[in-house]
Structure formats: C-alpha cells, structure tokens
C-alpha cells in the first residue's frame, strides 16, 4: 500500500482497504475532509500496476487545475486531459477529463471504440458525485455509473447528502460490489458567527454551547434601500475590518450577483491588508503572469489585487479568474468576493467564509439557500494542516431572521434526487446497440426508478388515506337498513318531487287566471307528483335524522374517489415516466427517419454523435444542408446563435449581422416550428435556442476584429462573451467529426475555430 506522509483518517484507512480489495466505493465526507487523498491512492496503484485511471469532474476549471496538480507530482508524461475542447496526453495512465466525456466515451463515439478508450482503465474516480442533483447536467453521472463496465471500480467522491445509503446501494446494483464510506467528521471544526449591523466592531457567535440562538442577535432593522442611513452603510468593510483584526483572514465572500461581487470588492480598496512584503510578491507575480497574458496589462481590476482583494465570477475573464485563483492560494489575496460557482470544488480553501444572505434570486423569484448549498459554501472554510478551526461569518440583512439563519446552520443535508431525463441521443446510442426490450432494462436501472418508491411516497400515502376514508364513510350503518343506492333513489325522487309540485302549482295557477279549476293538465300532473310523493314514503330518509350526514358523506365519497382515481393514475405514470419520456423520443425520431427498423438511420447516426441542448435540432439544420455555404465567419456566426440562451424576449443584437447568417436563421426558425410541433404532441419540452444577440460580435472576431473593439459593443461582461464564443467552438468541433457530412462544412469548422480560439478566448 501506498505510504502518505501523515496518518489518514479512519474513513479514508477504510477507503484505501476496499479500492486494495477490488471494491467500487461512495465517499460521502463534508467539504475539506480530504477526499482526494483517496483517489490519488487509486492514483499510486495504477502506476504501480500499469494499469490507467480517469479521473473525472463536473467542471472544465476543475479538470484543467487537477491535471496541473497531478502533473505536479505525478510527472507530466503520467497525466493527460482530455475536456471536450482540450486533448493532451490522452494516452497517459492518468487522465483527467470532464465526467461528459467519460459518459461519451461509454457511447462508443466521438472518441473512437470503446475498446481503445478503455483500454487497461481500471478506476475511474467520479469527484463531486453530488452534481447527479444538478437540473440540466444531473443525467450524465447515472449515465456514467449505469453503462461503466463492471470491471472497472467506481471511486465515487460526494459531499455529505442525506440518501448516501440509498446512492450506494444503487451503485451495487447497476454496477458491482460497491461499498459506502461515510463520516460527518471534519478535521477542520467549524464555528458559525453572525454580522450584525448594529454591533459594525465585532461579529457574534450565532449558536449558544448548547445549539441555542445567541439573543444577544438583533435582528435587522428594516429601512428603505433609497434611505441615508442605507446608502451610508457599508457593512462589507466593517466585516472585513473585524476579520482582520481577529485574525481571521483570508476569506471567501460568498455574494448570489457578479454585480455585487465587483462592488463589494471595490468597497473594500482602500483598507490594507497586505503587508510590504507580501505586496512585493503580488507585483511579482502578476508581472510573471502578465508576461504571457499581455491583454490583461489594462485590466481595470488589477489596483484592487495590489490591495488584496478581488473579484471571482463567471463574468470575468478565464485568465484573470486563474490569476487571482493562484494568488489567492499562494495567500496572497486576503479576500475573494465570489458568486457560489468558487464552491463548486475549485481549490481555494480559505480560513474563513462569508456568507452575504441565506436566500437568492432565481429565475422563478427569490428562494431560501438549501441546506447542500450552504454546506457547499461554508465547507471551503477552515484549511487542513494550517487552521485549527475554520470560521463562517453570515451577514445580517433585513430579509432574514437570525432564527431562520440559525435553523438552516444546524440543517441537516438534504437528499439526492435523480435528474434522469432520456435524450435523443440516449435513445439512438441505446437502439444503435441494443434491442428495445434491453434498452428499457438500462432505462429501469436509473437511480430516478431506483429511488422511485421514496419519490411516490406522498402520492402513495394519498392513496391510502384516500383508502381509508372512504372505507370510514362506506362503513357507516343506516338505522333504516337503507343501501347508498336506496339514498340516491330517494335523493332523486325527492328532486323529482320538488320540480313537479313546482310545475303543478304553475299549472293551477294559470287555470285559475283562465277561469278554470281541474284541466287535463293540472290532474295528470297533480297525479304524478302524488305518485312520486307514495314511492318517497317507501323510504324512512325523511324521517331519519342522519339524513343530511349521509347525503354530506356522499359528497365527500365522491369526491375522495375521483381523488383516489386521479392518484392512482398519477402514480402508475410516474412509475414509468422515464420510459415512457424514452418512447416519446423514440416517436419522433421514428416519424421523421431517424429510427428504421428498431435502429438509427444514415440521419440517426449523425444526431447519436451530436451534445447538444437539442440533438434533433441541430442535427435537422446539419442534415437539411443550410450551413454547408456559409464562410466561416457565417457558420461561427449561426452556430453562436444557436448555443445562446433566449433569456430576455425580443433580444436583438446592437450590430447588423451577415446576410447569409440572416437567411440561415430564418431558415432554421421555420425547422424549430416543425419540431415544436412534433414536441408538443409527445409532451416534450426540450429547448431550442436561436438568439443572435451575440453573433455580430463572433462574426468580427473571426474576422480579426480586436478583443478592445468587441468588447465595448455590448453590455455584457468580457467573460460572457468568452463563454458563448467556447459553446459555439464546442459545437463547431463536433461538425469537423460527424459522419456523412460535408467535407466543405467540415473545413469550414476548423477554419472557426482556429480563428476563435486566440487569446483572450483560447485561456482555460
């Protein structure tokens, strides 16, 4: 076994014993408790086996810092990377790589035979498993686990979640001998503290010893945003102050806006919180750094590092987000202000965490933070082997309550919930394969069906109790011996009776206006109402003091089994509902050509291979030949389009776009028509962008326009574009690969990209 130069854990002395006895493992621990350790002894037995290892994670940032780690210490020459736009190494016994390109390795294309590509892989280390919970990339990990060959051992790494148990036990099922490792232990204590503005000199602890809320709390006092006092306040200074002077930097401000993140940053310029020295290295190393990355020399954020501070967000550009990464390890960088993507497993452990609110804005309104999501952020407090204790700071605001804060601190994690949902890819890779009846038994190996009975659980306890009321109502004797269907005749008689007394009054009444007493039909009414009044007498209801009781529990009986019904159908659907969600893609794949004979077609072949948002989508504009004329800035330009979310209505671009990529455009509005149509019918709601807000500036960019020159057209920030332009260069590699393609289209996709990967786009 594999020696580290410090004594391991219980948990991770556990872990290493079942990777040595063959066995797949779920490492469940909290954030910092050193998972890592685990995989990289996986790491040192495949080098010393000669046998590989993937390891894959759910981000490009963090793939791209762990092969620079492992390359570190294990030795370029070991280490490969391999994230979709990136391919080094790959070869190599160790190769980091994005968990959706272990998951399109498993598929048999894109990355040659499944044979080659797995070739002497005996782990594969999935980090940050929890990212199964995540809404629009949850797929790709139970993907990954269920057609991972049995052979190679699972190395599972998850943050604390409730259902760990229930994870595992999956994993055993669909995959092998699997094995759950789980500590709540962290070797790094955490102490949780409370900002409030009433007290700017000090922060106070939120717990009393005894898990209580500390009353010496107030909480905040309301106050309109446009106020003085509100506009003079300024909390985020104060808070840092305090740090400083307790020691207890550096810090990760964790903030839910790339807007506030800035400010805050700039609020807190003109406090130091370097010393001489350290602010000699700073200049150091942004000097190297700059060396090769001229295009950041004018960045108007470089005074803020000088100072010790900086911003972190998806807003800021890749290079300048790495460079205030490598000060901030170094400690260089005393405070980061970051949206909560910095939590998301990137190394940048702090002494302490600030955590701006417990609840953001979402794209359906305001929500409170989760208990996983506040675990995630305060988890990066408190650094192993250089911190006894790690400290989590939330600040006050008007919005919460310190009760609310207090709660969600001492919350336990939440479970993880399956975001399966069959592609059309899935079902054409699947069928490219498989039969049918197959298919559906790696369908029903997902951990969505698997976990189905907790996800029916309500509609299951309705059912019952729908059961049991009814059985309670049913039950109920009537004294007269009388049957429901004995008080519905009655019921009805008695509606009857009540519609011809009415009439026959009406009629007597107009004899009598006409002069006359008993016409023909004042007695044959008058006769029928007494017959009906007779055969009412049959029944005691009227007699009967329950009456009304019986007739209320009818109603409720009607209606409890209308909800019964409804329950009941609902729970059979959702019993099958990735199934019958694959059937519905397998339709319409089927109705235009795509599926023949139970397998792909020449088309379907084309859109098996294709990652996209919408595979159809995509690949229905490839196949109908609409981008096979355009020039490459053209082709760069509606593929942009194309990989741009329609946030906003109406969004139109501040500068003209080409002709042709008008025409395309207008040519692929009238196939997404098509497909929506065919969408609806099958109740499928998978997007499909067409948003050109940012392809006059791609269009130029190939065209050589200067970074300067784009950057200033747009009310976007620099780091957005480069984030658009990366999708469009994703999709752009995926036509230079596909099948049965045109070979001047190909070319033109190489053409792009080359043209758009130059700095400041091409910096990982």
């Not at 790495?322 to 405070?335: P, S």
């Not at 011809?500 to 004899?511: D, E, F, S």
Request: charged share 25%; glycine share 4%.
């Amino acid at each position: 076994m594999y020696k580290f130069d410090f004594e391991l854990d219980d948990f991770q002395k556990e872990a290493v014993e079942c990777i040595n006895n063959s066995k797949s493992i779920v490492v469940c621990a909290p954030t910092g408790a050193g998972k890592t350790c685990i995989a990289e002894h996986a790491i040192h037995k495949a080098l010393d086996e000669n046998t590989r290892l993937f390891y894959t994670t759910p981000l490009k940032a963090l793939s791209n810092q762990k092969f620079y780690d492992f390359g570190k210490k294990y030795g370029e020459g070991n280490v490969g990377l391999l994230t979709g736009d990136t391919s080094i190494n790959r070869e190599a016994p160790i190769v980091v790589m994005t968990t959706e390109v272990f998951r399109n390795m498993l598929y048999n294309t894109n990355f040659g035979s499944l044979k080659d590509n797995l070739r002497d892989v005996k782990y594969v280390v999935l980090d940050e498993v929890h990212y199964m919970n995540d809404e629009e990339r949850g797929t790709v990990w139970e993907e990954s686990i269920i057609y991972c060959p049995s052979n190679i051992q699972i190395i599972a790494l998850s943050a604390t979640i409730a259902n760990s148990k229930q994870l595992c036990d999956w994993i055993n099922t669909v995959h092998g001998s699997t094995e759950l490792i789980y500590t709540d232990f962290r070797p790094v204590p955490l102490r949780h503290f409370y900002f409030d503005s009433s007290k700017p000199a000090e922060i106070l602890p939120l717990l009393t010893p005894d898990g209580k809320i500390n009353r010496k709390i107030k909480p905040e006092k309301k106050m309109n945003y446009y106020s003085r006092q509100a506009k003079k306040r300024n909390n985020v200074k104060d808070v840092i102050s305090v740090l400083q002077k307790k020691e207890m930097l550096p810090a990760i401000f964790f903030t839910f806006s790339r807007k506030k993140c800035d400010e805050n940053m700039e609020k807190c310029a003109d406090i130091r919180l370097i010393t001489p020295e350290e602010a000699k290295q700073i200049r150091s190393e942004i000097h190297e750094f700059l060396k090769d990355h001229q295009y950041l020399e004018n960045n108007k954020n470089l005074e803020y590092l000088y100072n010790g501070v900086a911003s972190h967000h998806a807003g800021l550009l890749p290079a300048w987000k790495l460079l205030v990464e490598r000060l901030f390890q170094k400690g260089l960088i005393k405070v980061v202000f970051a949206t909560e993507t910095l939590a998301a497993g990137i190394n940048m452990p702090a002494r302490t965490t600030i955590i701006s609110a417990i609840s953001k804005r979402t794209d359906s309104g305001h929500r409170m933070l989760t208990a996983n999501e506040f675990l995630q952020m305060s988890g990066r407090a408190g650094r192993r082997g250089m911190d006894k204790i790690g400290y989590v700071v939330v600040m006050g605001t008007q919005f919460q309550s310190p009760d609310e804060v207090a709660e969600l601190v001492k919350s336990p994690s939440n479970p993880l919930e399956s975001q399966f949902s069959p592609s059309y890819s899935m079902v054409l890779n699947l069928l490219q394969n498989l039969e049918l009846d197959q298919a559906k038994e790696l369908i029903l190996k997902s951990f969505g069906y698997f976990s189905s009975n907790d996800r029916l659980k309500p509609m299951i306890m309705q059912q019952i109790t729908c059961e049991q009321t009814l059985a309670k109502l049913k039950d109920e004797k009537c004294p007269f011996g009388l049957t429901t269907n004995d008080l519905l005749e009655f019921n009805r008689l008695k509606d009857k009776f009540i519609v011809y007394r009415k009439l026959t009054k009406t009629l007597i009444k107009q004899a009598k206006q006409k002069g006359q007493k008993d016409t023909p039909e004042v007695i044959e009414y008058t006769n029928q109402t007494r017959e009906i009044r007779m055969a009412m007498e049959k029944y005691q209801c009227e007699i009967c003091r329950g009456y009304k009781k019986h007739m209320k529990n009818l109603e409720i009986i009607n209606r409890y089994e209308k909800r019964y019904k409804e329950t009941t159908k609902n729970i059979e659907k959702q019993k099958d509902i990735y199934w019958n969600k694959f059937l519905a893609h397998k339709d319409i794949l089927e109705q235009i050509g795509y599926i023949k004979n139970g397998s792909p077609s020449d088309i379907g072949q084309i859109c098996s291979m294709i990652r996209a948002e919408n595979e159809l989508f995509l690949s229905e504009i490839i196949i109908k030949g609409i981008l096979d004329t355009l020039e490459p800035y053209e082709l760069a330009s509606v593929i942009c389009a194309l990989v741009t979310e329609d946030l906003r209505s109406d969004v139109y671009p501040n500068q003209p776009i080409s002709k042709n990529t008008r025409q395309a455009l207008n040519k692929i509005k009238e196939i997404r028509k098509k497909i929506a149509i065919l969408q609806r019918e099958h109740d499928i709601n998978t997007q499909m962008y067409i948003n050109s807000y940012y392809s006059p500036l791609i269009e130029q960019w190939v065209q050589d326009t200067p970074w300067e020159d784009i950057a200033k057209q747009i009310d976007s920030s620099e780091g957005d574009i480069v984030r658009i332009f990366k999708r469009t260069v994703d999709v752009l590699r995926q036509l230079t690969i596909l099948p049965n393609i045109s070979e001047d289209l190909k070319t033109n996709a190489k053409a792009a990209i080359q043209a758009i990967l130059k700095e400041p786009v091409d910096a990982d």
